[in-house]
């Protein structure tokens, strides 16, 4: 009932034309966006700018994904709107090392939300054989703050600087990752920029695959997707493609549990229903390759139903960014961008150089929560040999997939929370 007061509040606050307390009505997340859509869309005179006097870099590291470029354009406009000069570097680390630096202004950004891949160019190089020419570097252009906008390396590469912060004082600035790769495999967030537009991209792949079975009856889809040795895409694309099977690295599997699914899928034939797909991730098992568990279906459904395979390849990365990471990139750089700015306003005209854990940050969403974790908390909650969070909350969807592909399973939906009342005071932002 609280709902239904506040959704009519909303209407009665319009026709009043209390604007203000209509647009609080609408909640945390709608006041967030229209904050941020206001700063980004509208370039205040150079005149209503205070300089803050601070330079601030932003960096994109790691493979491309769709949604840097939104980020980008965010951090940047943000930014400026803050009194900060824009610093762009190209090339990831190895550009930075070799001084491909440059300001960025409010207009080269523009049009930048809709663009796929990264414009500024980025490398999966890390930073840790140039920290000599890295800290000259920000010597030479005075940088007080560093945005990363990358993949797993470009966590690697954060911990590497907050490392030599000890040899290296120029590296003692406030430095803050915003999580942008295909696999989702970095720590500390649930998300990454561009996750959901690869998820859009193998969802739409393998409704094509399924769709050129409809001809040819009893016809299995072997379909291997990136992500490393993260799951994610192949989890989720399994979940929304309808697939029979996907086979991961964090849920080990054996040649019982291939012969289950083969025997599953013959049973399935038998049925109105005459084609199957299975979704392997591509380093899920060294041994079980993408051509063995062809090869084995094929030769398992002999007589009974025959075998294509498809490796998705580079085209997961996606075109054009969807609606979510756009949004999503440009939310979440825009909130990186005002940690930095409340970082250095606090340190203003107290000389202090940033030492502490809690200058080295990874923003990530947990849950519905924005959230800054120092990396030197995160290390603890990383697998550094096989590039993943020890824990990940979409794990608890697996047996949903074996559920509605007609497995016996069970699924635990027993998540303990309390009813809550509607938000209306001053809080920290909505996620997204």
């Given amino acids: 009932m609280e709902c239904v007061q506040m959704t009519q509040g909303v209407q009665k606050a319009m026709d009043e034309r209390r604007f203000s307390n ?12 229209l904050s941020i859509y206001k700063q ?13 006097g601070f330079n601030v870099a932003v960096i994109n590291v790691g493979a491309p994904a769709a949604g840097m470029n939104a980020a980008v354009r965010s951090a940047v406009r943000v930014g400026i709107s803050e009194g900060h000069k824009m610093f762009a570097i190209y090339d990831g680390f190895e550009g930075f090392a070799k001084g491909q630096i440059k300001e960025i202004g409010w207009s080269d950004v523009g049009g930048w939300t809709g663009q796929g891949g990264s414009i500024l160019g980025t490398k999966r190089i890390l930073p840790g054989k140039y920290l000599e020419d890295i800290a000259a570097q ?17 966590y690697l590469g954060l911990l590497e600087l907050s490392a030599a912060r000890g040899k290296h004082e120029e590296f003692c600035v406030p430095m ?13 967030s649930d998300f990454s920029i561009g996750a959901d537009t690869a998820l859009n991209t193998i969802t739409d792949t393998c409704d094509r695959i399924k769709q050129s079975a409809s001809g040819t009856k009893r016809r299995v889809f072997i379909i291997e997707t990136m992500g490393g040795y ?20 964090e849920e080990p599997f054996d040649i019982r549990d291939l012969q289950s699914n083969v025997e599953h899928l013959t049973e399935k034939m038998k049925t109105c229903i005459q084609r199957g797909l299975v979704i392997r991730n ?3 098992n060294e041994n079980y390759t993408t051509d063995f568990i062809y090869q084995l279906y094929s030769e398992e459904g002999k007589g009974v139903f025959d075998c294509r395979k498809n490796v998705l390849g580079h085209m997961q990365q996606g075109g054009a960014p969807s609606p979510f990471d756009r949004n999503f990139g440009t939310k979440i750089s825009a909130r990186a961008m005002q940690w930095i700015t409340g970082k250095l306003k606090e340190a203003q005209g107290k000389g202090r150089k940033f030492v502490n854990d809690d200058s080295v940050c990874v923003l990530g969403i947990c849950q519905r929560n924005l959230l800054f974790q120092p990396v030197a908390e995160l290390k603890e909650k ?11 909350w979409w794990l608890k969807l697996r047996p949903l997939m074996k559920i509605l592909a007609k497995y016996k399973a069970s699924y635990e939906v ?4 309390q009813l809550e009342h509607v938000h209306t005071g001053p809080e920290e932002p909505a996620a997204i």
Avoid at 22 to 33: D, I, T
Avoid at 414 to 417: A, E, H, L, T, Y
């Fill in 414 to 417: 027993s998540d303990m929370s």
């Fill in 230 to 249: 993260c799951g994610y895409l192949a989890n989720m694309g399994a979940l929304a493609a309808g697939a029979d099977a996907a086979y991961i690295f």
């Fill in 282 to 284: 591509e380093n899920c």
């Fill in 138 to 154: 920000i010597r030479t252009h005075s940088i007080n703050a560093l945005l990363i906008i990358g993949g797993f390396e470009g």
């Fill in 382 to 392: 990383t697998d550094f040999e096989h590039r993943i969070p020890k824990e990940q």
């Fill in 176 to 188: 803050v990752m915003v999580p942008a790769t295909v696999s989702n495999n970095v720590p500390g």
């Fill in 40 to 52: 980004l869309a509208i370039k205040k005179p150079d005149s209503q700018i205070t300089k803050s």
């Fill in 22 to 33: 209509a647009v609080q009505l609408r909640g945390r997340s709608f006041e967030g966006n």
